[in-house]
């Protein structure tokens, strides 16, 4: 692999996550979180992609059922993309209101997307050239990317709701909302899975995620008139 593939395949993968994230971002303009923690969630969410991919292998090596792998992978990647929040960001003392919790777990998830989609681009333009590497890319950008956002939103979703609370109810909304994440996640592949070759499918599923961005939208703006 040339190293221009490489150079080409990273910012194939980083910048629109960047762009995705500036989007994301505009949610908390009153309270605005600082640029460096931003930053490092970002960075940690991509890193742990690097142990995604071993745990991924060895669910990959360990069953014959595909379902299990589905399953599997879902679990790796939403636990990572958690610890990678929680350990970046949001055990710090600069999580201080509800709406850190979605800031921070789709910053992570982001950085997650960003590498995952980086290496996804690299195999694509070294076995089927440029114009592959692109129409993966934009297919990313407008599915999977957007996938990652939804369930590491949703989990930040259901922390911000026990923000307020403590002790086993506080744990219970994390526990819902990382299940729920997970749920999601194992749907949205399953389907990707059902509907190869299937353009109509494969539209439906990516609408799926589209009416969950809405959703997680609206989910903003609840968790934004919460009070203590």
């Known amino acids: 692999m ?3 593939t490489i150079f080409f395949s990273f910012l194939g993968g980083v910048l629109p996550a960047l762009l995705w994230l500036w ?3 505009k949610e908390d303009r009153l309270h605005p979180e600082p640029r460096g923690l931003i930053l490092v969630s970002f960075i940690v969410g991509m890193l742990a992609v690097i142990p995604a991919i071993p745990l991924e292998q060895w669910v990959w090596n360990s069953t014959q059922s595909m379902f299990l792998v589905i399953i599997g992978w879902a679990i790796i990647e939403e636990t990572l993309k958690y610890g990678a929040s ?13 709406i850190d919790s979605l800031i921070y777990l789709i910053t992570a998830a982001l950085g997650f997307a960003a590498l995952e989609n980086a290496l996804f681009l690299a195999g694509a333009v070294t076995h089927g050239g440029l114009i592959s590497g692109v129409d993966l890319g934009l297919l990313r950008f407008v599915g999977a990317s957007l996938l990652h ?11 911000a709701l026990g923000f307020y609370k403590r002790g086993a109810i506080k744990k219970i909304d994390g ?8 749920i999601l996640h194992t749907l949205f592949n399953m389907y990707i899975l059902k509907g190869q070759g299937d353009g109509g499918s494969t539209l439906a599923v990516f609408s799926f995620v589209w009416v969950a961005i809405i ?3 609206v989910g903003f703006e609840k968790i934004k008139q919460l009070k203590s």
Do not use: H, K, M, Q
């Open 2 to 4: 040339s190293s221009a």
């Open 23 to 25: 989007f994301w971002l």
């Open 86 to 98: 929680y350990f970046s960001a949001l055990r710090r003392s600069e999580n201080d209101e509800p």
């Open 149 to 159: 956002v939804v369930t590491s939103g949703t989990l930040g979703f259901f922390l």
């Open 175 to 182: 526990f819902i909302g990382l299940s729920a994440a997970i």
């Open 215 to 217: 959703l997680l939208l």
